[in-house]
């Protein structure tokens, strides 16, 4: 019979149908999983990644703000004291800027009795000028210019000391850090010469930034995967409705 031929048929190809839909939505399943396992440290990467890049670009900006500081001839407030002393620990920098023309300045950091200290160096006809620039200044500066270069970043920009550093250095992160804020850190920078030993942080706050970003792309990915799977329900019952015969009418 034609009729039992072409259903036969139909089914047959439905089958097919139902075959080469369920198994490509199986390897999805299969690879998504994979996916969400590997979400976190695929997130943490990218944070890191994107981060670094910021705290490069906040570090020319903080040399550049040092920069504007030795400029001024002691008359910034960042500057903490000015004498034409300097002292013996300088005697390397002294030399190096011996080398400079008259009016250039040198940025220099030292490490007395357990404490770092910044100076800016520059001489003034036969006198050498030395001004110790105030580290909790620095410190304060970092979140400005953070705010200054990513006017709408949610991240909070910090100077942290050397892990070594004494109760002095320890004081200066409490005084800036924000009091009664939960915060993790996100990318780390160490600065090189006059902060040797220094690092410039980003935080997101939150005890794991990480992990709400992760959970927002997995809840997206489950919620994509139950509409997919609601389509394909939805097709093959409006198939398997066409598929029934008719039934033939009563005389």
Known sequence: MPDTSELI????AFVWLLCGMLLP????????????????????RRLAE?????L???????????????????????V??????????????????????????????????????????????????????????IAAEVPALAAARFPRERAGFRLLPPVAGLSALRRIVAEVAPAGVTATIIGRLPIGPPLDGYTLTAELPGDDPAAA?????RT????????????????????IREMRPPTASRA
Request: proline share 2%; net charge negative.
């Open 50 to 54: 994107d981060y670094t890049a910021r």
């Open 220 to 239: 997206l990915y489950i919620g994509l995967l139950v509409l997919l799977y609601i389509g394909i329900g939805l097709g093959f019952g409006l198939t």
């Open 80 to 137: 903490q004291l000015v004498t034409d002393h300097p002292p013996a620990e300088l005697g390397d920098a002294l030399r190096r800027l011996q080398a400079l023309p008259e009016g250039a300045h040198l940025l220099a950091g030292t490490d007395a009795q357990g404490e770092h200290r910044v100076y800016a160096l520059w001489r003034e006809g036969l006198r050498t000028v030395a001004a110790q620039l105030d580290l909790a200044r």
């Open 25 to 44: 939505s199986v390897a999805l399943v299969a690879f998504g999983v994979v996916a969400v396992a590997n979400e976190r440290a695929a997130v943490e």
């Open 213 to 217: 970003v992760a959970f927002r792309n």
């Open 56 to 78: 490069e670009i906040l570090e020319r900006d903080l040399l550049a703000r040092l920069d504007k500081a030795a400029d001024s001839a002691g008359k910034d407030r960042l």
């Open 9 to 12: 048929e139909f089914r047959r």
